[in-house]
């Protein structure tokens, strides 16, 4: 059974943004960038599938109404609809591939399918003109020539081309010499308050024999005038050698024709739409833009022609009254069919080698920062190192071409610690959030501490059902259900020590973020930390009465708070020298010079874990119902 023709097939990616690698951008930055082009297209025209098309495409569909800055975009398109699917998918991804290799400044983004409408028909075209080389009759026989069209609209009626005569020629001039105009190409652009199209398609052909006869006609009618009477006569006007000289340069041109059609024989079409009448200054600026890359001595420049500008512009005129016709759609409108192959005028007008077809089939190139409507950047994508850890915890994806590669650091690695720093907006909380989801499905044990509130409601669902029973949620803003944190809650004798220890570091460490590091030595000194910690070891010295920092908060505020520990449940010299001489002598109430209490002064240190009703709620219980201990062991 025959394999059926599938519909045409199409794969867009999109140029989404553009690295600029230098500061200075030098003359011969545009040859080696040519150079880098024509490997590109060599790799992806040479004994590639005539069956495949290539278009770039430049859409500007600025929203006027809109305050944000209306943006260029860039697309390359691959058609095919006679090849299978399969087929078709592998050449896209070498093709994605080799794109992204070569072009290392650019970032790549594929399109879907569904959202092709963005670029198929991103808004109603009412006016196209394509844009073609100027051809002309060139008589051999005469030095007189035809005057040379310049820019402007012209009909397409024009004299047949393939006229036998054999003394003149059909010629198609070449593409004009590169003058950097890019810059000012897309500055006009962003600022139209029109919408365009800029279509440049290439299409792979076979090579058409009454082409190549037609051109060896006319390589055959040049060199009968280069070699005009090669007699011994010196009578000049026997030798014809401004005709001699005229034929060898139109001949160049006709062998460098020959040779692209017999090798790589190649079709350009180049076409602009827009909703309103092209502006003229707008598209021989794009023009100046196409042929920036055209560096190369191998492009002779027509020195025949006036001002050499060997280019013109062509209307199109659709075929609805209403300007309805899509002639930018999914499918190729001049090459969807082969009825171009016996049009020889069409043939010669659109043939184009791959050394022009280097300079102009080219993603932008930008010689400066900060473009309108063109997203320029300083960082370029590079692909991971060969040998990368596949173990631990994943930070991400790197992106390279098709190529997509997790990247992770090794806990090894972790428990030298992590630093990581960024602007505002670059990702550092969605860093954090994909190695704690990394954590939480590979079974590890771990803390999240959300001051802001947002990232834990973000975690929460991403949890898998197989450690659900594993999470411990602390939300100091529920109120219903408030869980219990009794900093002062112990297992043995040994532990009221080192939790008095850590109330008064904790301590420490709040009155330097809150007042500076200078406040230890400006508010509290040996006899405020000794309060402290002698009645943190009060309050702890009863395991029946079970204490919390508001107990010990009330011995600083309460007459004789203190005595409700007595007489002592533990045997502590220094404890039981506090309650027998220090505390009988001290009255925390009375007011001292400045009208302020000792106890006032001592207890003041502590109403942030008090004062708001949310952490009254967790310190005040005299039971947690959190165990750090169990929950890390």
Same mark, same amino acid.
């Given at each position: 059974?025959?394999?059926?023709? #599938? +519909?045409?097939?199409?794969f @867009? ?8 690698t ?9 040859r ?5 082009q ?10 590639k599938?005539?069956?495949?098309s ?7 569909n600025?929203d ?6 209306n ?9 095919? &609809?006679?090849? &299978?699917?399969?087929?078709f ?15 290392s400044?650019?970032?790549?983004? @594929? ?10 028909n ?19 026989? =005469?030095?007189? +020539? ?18 036998s ?15 950097n105009f ?10 139209s /308050?029109?919408?365009?199209? !800029?279509?440049?398609? #290439? ?36 030798l ?40 003229e200054?707008l ?13 190369? *001595?191998?492009?002779i ?14 209307? @199109?005129?659709?075929?609805?009254k ?5 002639? !930018? ?12 192959q ?14 022009e077809?280097?300079?102009?089939? $080219?993603?932008?190139?930008?010689l400066?920062e ?9 960082? *370029?994508?590079?692909? =991971?190192?060969?040998?990368? *850890? ?11 071409? $098709?190529?997509v ?19 505002t ?11 704690? @989801? ?19 409601k ?11 029973? %594993? ?10 259900? *408030? ?7 112990y ?15 904790? #301590?420490?460490?709040?009155?330097? %973020? ?19 910690k ?33 007489p002592?449940?533990?045997? %502590? ?6 309650? &027998? ?16 209490s000792?106890?006032d ?10 004062? /708001? ?21």
């Amino acid at each position: 059974m025959k394999n059926k023709l #599938l +519909e045409e097939q199409i794969f @867009i990616v999109k140029i989404s943004s553009y690295y600029l690698t230098k500061n200075e951008f030098q003359k011969n930055d545009l040859r080696e960038i040519y150079y880098r082009q024509l490997s590109w297209i060599k790799s992806i025209i040479i004994k590639k599938d005539k069956r495949i098309s290539y278009e770039i495409r430049i859409i500007y569909n600025p929203d006027i109404d809109s305050q944000i800055k209306n943006e260029i975009n860039f697309y390359i398109i691959i058609r095919s &609809g006679k090849i &299978g699917k399969k087929q078709f998918i592998n050449y896209c991804k070498n093709f994605y591939d080799l794109a992204v290799n070569n072009y290392s400044n650019y970032d790549f983004e @594929i399109i879907d399918s569904n959202n092709s409408d963005i670029v198929f028909n991103p808004f109603d075209v009412n006016f196209v003109s394509e844009i073609k080389r100027q051809s002309e009759i060139i008589k051999l026989d =005469t030095i007189e +020539e035809k005057p040379v069209k310049k820019f402007g609209l012209v009909s397409n009626n024009k004299e047949d081309g393939t006229n036998s005569s054999q003394s003149q020629i059909y010629h198609v001039a070449p593409f004009p010499i590169g003058k950097n105009f890019a810059n000012t190409f897309f500055k006009q652009l962003s600022v139209s /308050d029109s919408k365009y199209i !800029f279509s440049i398609t #290439l299409q792979p052909i076979d090579p058409n024999k009454e082409l190549v006869d037609l051109i060896n006609k006319q390589i055959i009618i040049c060199e009968k005038f280069a070699q005009l009477n090669l007699s011994q006569s010196s009578d000049v006007n026997e030798l014809f050698p401004a005709l001699r000289e005229k034929a060898r340069y139109y001949q160049t041109f006709q062998n460098n024709i020959l040779k692209s059609i017999n090798e790589n024989p190649l079709l350009l079409q180049i076409i602009v739409g827009s909703n309103n009448p092209l502006s003229e200054i707008l598209v021989n600026l794009f023009i100046s833009y196409l042929t920036e890359l055209n560096v190369e *001595p191998n492009f002779i420049t027509h020195r025949y022609s006036s001002e050499n500008i060997n280019l013109e512009i062509r209307k @199109i005129f659709l075929k609805d009254k209403n300007g309805t016709k899509n002639i !930018f759609g999914k499918l190729n409108s001049f090459f969807d069919n082969g009825d171009y192959q016996s049009n020889i005028e069409f043939l010669l007008e659109h043939n184009i080698s791959l050394e022009e077809a280097a300079a102009i089939f $080219s993603p932008p190139v930008l010689l400066q920062e900060n473009l309108d409507g063109i997203d320029v950047k300083r960082s *370029p994508q590079i692909p =991971t190192f060969e040998h990368f *850890p596949s173990g631990g915890v994943e930070l991400g994806n790197n992106y390279y071409g $098709s190529n997509v590669k997790s990247i992770k650091i090794v806990d090894d690695d972790r428990r030298r610690h992590q630093y990581i720093i960024g602007q505002t907006g670059t990702g550092k909380t969605t860093l954090l959030k994909n190695m704690i @989801i990394s954590d939480i499905k590979n079974g590890n044990g771990l803390c999240v501490i959300d001051p802001h509130g947002d990232l834990f409601k973000e975690l929460l669902v991403t949890i898998p059902q197989e450690r659900i029973k %594993d999470i411990v949620l602390i939300d100091p803003t529920d109120i219903d259900y *408030p869980v219990g944190i009794n900093l002062l809650e112990y297992r043995n004798k040994i532990d009221r020590y080192f939790i008095a220890q850590e109330v008064v570091y904790i #301590l420490s460490k709040l009155l330097i %973020d809150e007042y500076g590091a200078t406040s230890l030595s400006t508010f509290a000194g040996p006899i405020f930390f000794q309060h402290v910690k002698m009645n943190l070891l009060l309050a702890m010295s009863d395991p029946e009465i079970k204490s919390t920092l508001f107990d010990f908060y009330n011995i600083f505020q309460i007459k004789d708070y203190w005595k409700k520990w007595l007489p002592l449940k533990i045997s %502590d010299t220094h404890l039981e020298n506090w309650v &027998g001489s220090v505390l009988p002598n001290t009255d925390y109430s009375r007011q001292g010079s400045e009208g302020l209490s000792t106890g006032d002064y001592i207890s003041s240190k502590f109403e942030q874990f008090l004062f /708001d009703p949310m952490l009254r709620n967790i310190f005040s219980q005299s039971k947690s119902t959190i165990d750090f201990k169990g929950i890390m062991d």
